[in-house]
C-alpha cells in the first residue's frame, strides 16, 4: 500500500485525531477538576459540620447552663441530683410563669433530655427532669 | 482553464524541474501502455469496465493500473498507468505536490505530432500506424529530425486530475484548511484543558487553613466518626423541643396543659379545653402538627402523641 497516495487524507485525519485527542483531555481536565472540587468542598462542609455541632453539643460552658435551671425557681421548690454529666431535677410547686420560664430555659439548654415529665397539680405543676452532656 | 497552463513534456531522459506555478504535464509513452479496441459500447464508462481484462498479461502484476478510455473515430483507446511510479518519478524530478494540475498522453494529441520530437540524444517521439511511439534517435533519418515545437497547443481537452488520479478524497487546499481547523480546535481545547488542571485554588486554601485549625479532622475516619454521633444526637434534640414548641403553641385562653411527657421516643402531651368548640380546634391544631390526637373521656381534654 502506498501511503503517499493517501497522504492528504492521513494529515487530515492526523490533525483531526490530535483535536479530539485534546479535547478528551479537556474532558478529562474538566471532570478531574470538578471531582477534586467536589471533594475539598465537601469535606470543607464536613468539617465546619463537626466544628458547629461540636460547638453546641460538647459546649465546655454547658455544666455551667445546666446549673443555672437549679437557681431559676426558689430552692425549696428544687430537689437537685448531679452525678458526673447527669442531672436529676424535681420540681414542685410551679407557677405557670415558672413552668414556662422553666421550659423554655431547658428547651435551650443543649444537654440531651432524657425525660421530661410535667404533671398539673391543683393549681400548680409538678416537673421531673432528667438529662445528661 | 487548463490550456492556459504551461504544458511539460514528461519522459525519462527529462530535467530536473523548479516550478513557480501549476503545471500540465504530457506523458510519453514511456509510463503508460496502450491498447485500441473496436467494441459495441456507447460510453466510456462502459468501455472502461472492460478495460482490465483488455491488458490481462499485458501488465506488470504489481503495479497498480488505472485507465483512461477515450473514443477515436470507430475504435476506443485504452491507455492504462501506474499512477505512483509517475508520482515517484514526478518527486524525483522536482515536482512537488500542487504541482501538477493535469496529466495528459502523449496519444491524446497524436494528430499534433506531425514531425519526429526528439527527447533525448538516443529517444524520439514519431506517429506510426497512428500511434504516438518511442523511438531511437538513430533510427529517424536526418531530414526527419525537425525542430518540432512543443508547448500548450498539444494540451487536449481531456486529462487526468492527478488529485483524482492519486484517489484522494481532500484536495491539497481542503486538507490544509480542515487540518488548520482541526488543530485551531486542539489548540483551544489544550488551553482550555490546561486551565481546568489548575486546581481548585481558593477552596483548597480554606481546606488547608481549616486543617491548620483543627489538625485532627483530617483524618476521614475521625470526621465521620464525630459527625455520626452529633449529627444522630443533634437530630433527635431538635426533633424534641420542636414537639414541645409546637404542643406549647397549642395553648391558649380556654386551653391548659395538664401532662407532658418527653422521653427518646415519643413526646406525649394532655390538654384541658373549657369548652368543646376550643378542643375541636386544638384538636386540628394538633392533627395539623402531626400529632395522633385521642379525646378524653368525661371531659373536652384531648391527648396528643407524637413519636420521634
Redesign the interface.
Given at each position: 500500500m502506498n501511503w503517499k497516495r493517501y497522504q492528504n487524507e492521513l494529515i487530515v485525519l492526523g490533525a483531526f485525531l490530535f483535536m479530539f485527542s485534546m479535547y478528551l483531555y479537556k474532558q478529562h481536565a474538566i471532570s478531574s477538576q470538578s471531582g477534586e472540587r467536589n471533594d475539598v468542598t465537601q469535606t470543607i462542609e464536613e468539617i465546619k459540620e463537626v466544628v458547629a455541632l461540636k460547638k453546641i453539643w460538647a459546649d465546655k460552658k454547658i455544666s455551667k447552663k445546666v446549673e443555672n435551671l437549679k437557681t431559676l425557681v426558689p430552692s425549696s421548690k428544687v430537689k437537685w441530683s448531679k452525678k458526673s454529666r447527669k442531672v436529676t431535677a424535681l420540681y414542685t410547686g410551679l407557677r405557670p410563669s415558672e413552668l414556662n420560664k422553666l421550659t423554655s430555659k431547658i428547651l435551650n439548654t443543649p444537654v440531651v433530655i432524657d425525660n421530661l415529665d410535667i404533671q398539673k397539680t391543683g393549681s400548680s405543676y409538678r416537673v421531673e427532669f432528667k438529662c445528661k452532656w | 482553464m487548463e490550456n492556459s497552463k504551461e504544458l511539460l513534456l514528461v519522459h525519462t531522459a527529462m530535467k530536473h524541474v523548479s516550478l513557480s506555478e501549476p503545471v500540465n504535464i504530457m506523458l510519453t509513452p514511456q509510463f503508460y501502455t496502450l491498447k485500441k479496441e473496436i467494441l459495441p459500447v456507447t460510453y466510456a464508462y462502459q468501455a472502461k469496465r472492460l478495460a482490465g481484462s483488455l491488458f490481462e498479461g499485458l501488465l506488470d502484476g504489481e503495479g497498480?493500473y488505472e485507465f483512461f478510455v477515450y473514443k477515436e473515430d470507430e475504435h476506443w483507446t485504452f491507455i492504462a498507468y501506474d499512477?505512483?511510479k509517475i508520482?515517484d518519478f514526478l518527486q524525483k524530478k522536482g515536482f512537488n505536490?500542487g504541482d501538477v494540475s493535469k496529466i495528459f498522453f502523449a496519444q491524446q494529441s497524436v494528430e499534433e505530432f506531425t514531425a519526429p520530437y526528439v527527447l533525448s540524444d538516443q529517444d524520439a517521439l514519431v506517429v506510426l500506424d497512428d500511434t504516438v511511439v518511442l523511438v531511437p534517435v538513430n533510427a529517424l533519418s536526418t531530414e526527419e529530425a525537425s525542430s518540432l515545437k512543443f508547448d500548450r497547443h498539444f494540451t487536449p481537452k481531456k486529462g487526468v486530475s492527478l488529485?483524482d488520479a492519486?484517489?484522494?478524497?481532500?484536495?491539497?487546499k481542503?486538507?490544509v484548511i480542515?487540518?488548520?481547523v482541526?488543530?485551531f480546535?486542539?489548540?483551544m481545547?489544550?488551553i482550555?484543558?490546561?486551565r481546568?488542571?489548575?486546581?481548585?485554588g481558593s477552596?483548597?486554601e480554606?481546606?488547608q487553613s481549616?486543617y491548620a485549625q483543627?489538625p485532627s479532622?483530617q483524618s476521614?475516619y475521625t470526621?465521620?466518626g464525630?459527625?455520626s454521633k452529633?449529627?444522630e444526637?443533634?437530630k433527635t434534640?431538635r426533633a424534641?423541643?420542636e414537639a414541645?414548641?409546637r404542643l406549647?403553641g397549642m395553648i391558649f385562653k380556654g386551653v391548659?396543659?395538664?401532662?407532658?411527657?418527653?422521653?427518646?421516643k415519643s413526646v406525649k402531651a394532655n390538654f384541658s379545653c373549657s369548652s368543646k368548640k376550643i378542643a375541636q380546634r386544638v384538636e386540628n391544631l394538633g392533627k395539623k402538627a402531626q400529632f395522633k390526637v385521642s379525646k378524653i373521656k368525661g371531659s373536652h381534654g384531648l391527648h396528643m402523641e407524637g413519636t420521634l
Open positions: - | 497498480s499512477i505512483d508520482i505536490q488529485e492519486s484517489s484522494s478524497i481532500f484536495t491539497l481542503q486538507t480542515f487540518s488548520t482541526f488543530i480546535f486542539a489548540m481545547f489544550l482550555e484543558g490546561s481546568y488542571g489548575g486546581g481548585s477552596a483548597e480554606e481546606l481549616l483543627y479532622f476521614t470526621r465521620e464525630i459527625v452529633y449529627r444526637l443533634d434534640e424534641k423541643r414541645v414548641k406549647s391548659t396543659l395538664t401532662a407532658l411527657h418527653v422521653d427518646h
